[in-house]
């Protein structure tokens, strides 16, 4: 076993030797130089915990300071998560001021009075700024989830400010010579209800990602409570005190009509009040689902059946690359490792028996050996690398270099004297990357050439099928790698979004019931927003949309959210049905005044959500999540990397350890 070489070569005589050796080297011709010989990878593993911003922006500088017509290119895990570490608050710093803009002008469109709209852009604002400050005094770090958080804030708190501001106008116009007290107290008597229980719901549901196991979905819920908290406050706070200090705008003409006549009687004999129904396109929705429920039903039966079929074709994606467009510099790069070498995914399968010498077993190798080539003749996979590696090649080797001794020795001696040989005469710590010291535990590295939740799963079924008869050679199976951690992290996810999901329609179902003590109505508020939910995902079936980690957790924040505009129709419901006696006028009343509040609430709502369209990650996920999960199997006495390491120069680092880096056999 020797280098090889020692020096730089200096002649063209001594360079075409080396690419001659290379070439005879399948252990390195194309894994660590590209078939084409126009490419070659510079692998660097890190120490699990010691990458940090500033190492990566070294990695950046020595890229550029070192490239010349040569390109350099430089990727890998980490590098992604530096990338991320950076566009994170880049994204922030663009997208504030943008959803602040759209917000502003879409109030300003609505509320129609400049005091009005600073009013409540003071109260979203100061809630945003106070939910971050809240998670710097606590040290909590700001993850790349972080960014939705005041999009989400500035999107839920303008809504308070909507429905206070629609109770007012109502109450204005109906009694035009009401002074300002009166105002502020018609307000809260009115509104004050509703709109706690509706920041109670959309608080439930951010506390319900308190389920999940991974630790920035978890902050990113209870920072996301506190601001829907602080919004409520101020809401109720400032709002009432702007209306002490500018007043109202003047009532205008009643636009609803309240008369009582003595030939109206409910069936208890009460005398029922009479409302004019009100116009607009409200009342004339509420005529037509009036007008025919059964097509209504009919139609919502459509839906959920369709939103059924569309769910059975939601498939899961982890792949942290499509967070990213297709042309950016970290993807192209990605594409040009995986078209030239292995892959830039891996995935660690960990062997482990509790027997010293186990991997020094003829059969055992041959086995490992055969699990080994089966692998590659999955799709995705580009490489896979092993102790098998190393024996074959040095069997060879020692053979002349004849093509039938690329096997796996039938001589557990001669084995151990090849492993031995390799111990003294080369580097040793780089067999320690396979396989452990008293050969306990062996590594199959696999490099995958997409992220992909699918390839993943693919490729941990392929191992399992192999489980049985590892197994009977006493040997257990295990996983690591980048690849694994994405997969895990994927299911730690939606797992947790499942609890989140259940808990927080159960929330919402306890809390309306108690608001308006009645059960009943607390699974009528639920059953729209479940049926919303449903339809999301049927659609991103139907689609072919993967359900990545951010619409996993958006799903659970929905159910919040979507339940504030039920309660404030079922709270005004009710009040006028004590009114009227009539459930069809109350249906036509309510539906024509909250239903206006609700449209331009959701309008909001909509209108802040699509400033995440100009976001550079294509969808939140965050890539710091995996540094909070388990790194897969740490072998107690295998160096199995905790990430990817990176790949410099002309390509990008490929994730498999490749410990022969500088031997040849």
């Given amino acids: 076993v020797r280098k090889f070489y020692t020096d730089v070569p200096t002649t063209a005589q001594e360079a075409a030797a080396i690419g001659q050796m290379v070439r005879e080297n399948t252990m390195v011709y194309g894994r660590l130089v590209s078939k084409d010989e126009k490419t070659t990878l510079v692998i660097v593993d890190l120490a699990k915990g010691r990458f940090s911003q500033d190492l990566y922006n070294r990695i950046l500088s020595l890229a550029k300071k070192y490239q010349g017509p040569e390109r350099i290119y430089v990727a890998g895990r980490p590098i992604v998560e530096g990338t991320m570490a950076i566009l994170g608050p880049r994204d922030m710093a663009r997208m504030g001021p943008l959803v602040i803009l759209v917000i502003t002008l879409v109030l300003f469109l609505v509320l129609r009075r400049l005091s009005r709209t600073i009013l409540v852009l003071a109260v979203v604002l100061c809630s945003t700024l106070w939910a971050f400050g809240l998670m710097l005094a606590v040290g909590v770090p700001i993850y790349t989830v972080s960014i939705m958080i005041p999009v989400m804030l500035i999107a839920i708190g303008v809504a308070y400010g909507i429905h206070l501001y629609n109770q007012i106008d109502y109450f204005t116009r109906q009694n035009p010579n009401a002074d300002r007290y009166s105002v502020v107290t018609n307000v809260i008597d009115v509104i004050f209800s509703p709109v706690l229980f509706t920041a109670l719901t959309t608080m439930a549901g ?361 309660i404030h129709f079922i709270e005004r419901y009710r009040e006028t049905l004590k009114e009227t006696k009539d459930p069809v006028v109350s249906g036509q009343f309510s539906m024509g005044l909250t239903g206006r509040a609700v449209f331009l609430n959701a309008a909001i709502v909509i209108a802040g959500f699509m400033v995440l369209l100009f976001s550079v990650v294509l969808a939140t996920d965050n890539f710091d999540y995996a540094d909070r999960l388990p790194q897969g199997v740490e072998h107690p006495r295998l160096e199995v990397p905790a990430g990817a390491p990176y790949t410099v120069h002309t390509a990008d680092l490929v994730d498999p350890v490749h410990p022969w880096r500088h031997d040849s056999a």
């Avoid at 967070?323 to 960990?350: H, P, R, W, Y």
């Avoid at 190393?390 to 557990?412: A, S």
């Fill in 206 to 566: 951010f506390i319900s990602l308190l389920t999940s196991q991974v630790f920035p979905v978890k902050w990113f819920g209870v920072f996301s409570a506190f601001g829907v908290l602080m919004e409520l406050i101020l809401t109720m706070l400032l709002i009432p005190a702007g209306i002490m200090l500018f007043g109202t705008k003047k009532g205008a003409k009643s636009e609803v009509k309240k008369t009582v006549t003595g030939s109206s009687i409910s069936n208890d004999g009460t005398k029922a009040v009479i409302l004019e129904k009100p116009d607009g396109l409200g009342s004339r929705f509420a005529d037509t689902v009036i007008a025919h429920p059964r097509w209504v039903i009919l139609g919502v039966v459509v839906v959920v059946a369709l939103s059924v079929f569309g769910l059975s074709r939601v498939w899961i994606n982890s792949s942290f690359l499509a967070n990213f467009e297709k042309n950016s510099d970290i993807v192209t790069t990605d594409a040009f490792i995986n078209k030239n070498f292995g892959g830039t995914s891996t995935l660690n399968v960990i062997f482990d028996s509790s027997d010293p010498d186990t991997f020094k077993k003829p059969a055992l190798l041959n086995l490992l050996n055969d699990a080994q080539k089966g692998v590659l003749t999955l799709d995705k996979v580009g490489d896979a690398t092993s102790i098998t590696d190393y024996l074959r090649r040095m069997n060879r080797v020692m053979h002349e270099d004849r093509m039938e001794f690329d096997t796996i020795p039938d001589d557990q001696n001669l084995i151990a004297q090849y492993l031995l040989l390799y111990e003294m005469s080369g580097d040793p710590d780089n067999l320690w990357k396979v396989v452990d010291s008293d050969y306990r535990g062996a590594n199959l590295t696999v490099q995958l050439k997409s992220d992909d939740t699918q390839t993943i799963r693919r490729v941990v079924a392929y191992f399992d099928s192999y489980a049985s008869k590892f197994a009977e050679q006493g040997v257990g199976i295990h996983y690591a790698g980048s690849g694994y951690k994405s997969m895990v992290f994927a299911d730690l996810i939606l797992q947790g979004q499942i609890s989140s999901l259940w808990i927080s329609v159960l929330i919402v179902i306890l809390l309306v019931a108690l608001m308006f003590k009645s059960w009943s109505l607390g699974f009528i508020a639920a059953i729209p927003v479940t049926i919303a939910m449903l339809a999301n995902f049927g659609v991103m079936g139907l689609l072919n949309i993967p359900l990545t980690t951010s619409t996993a957790i958006i799903s659970s924040i929905a159910v919040g959210i979507g339940v504030d505009y039920g």
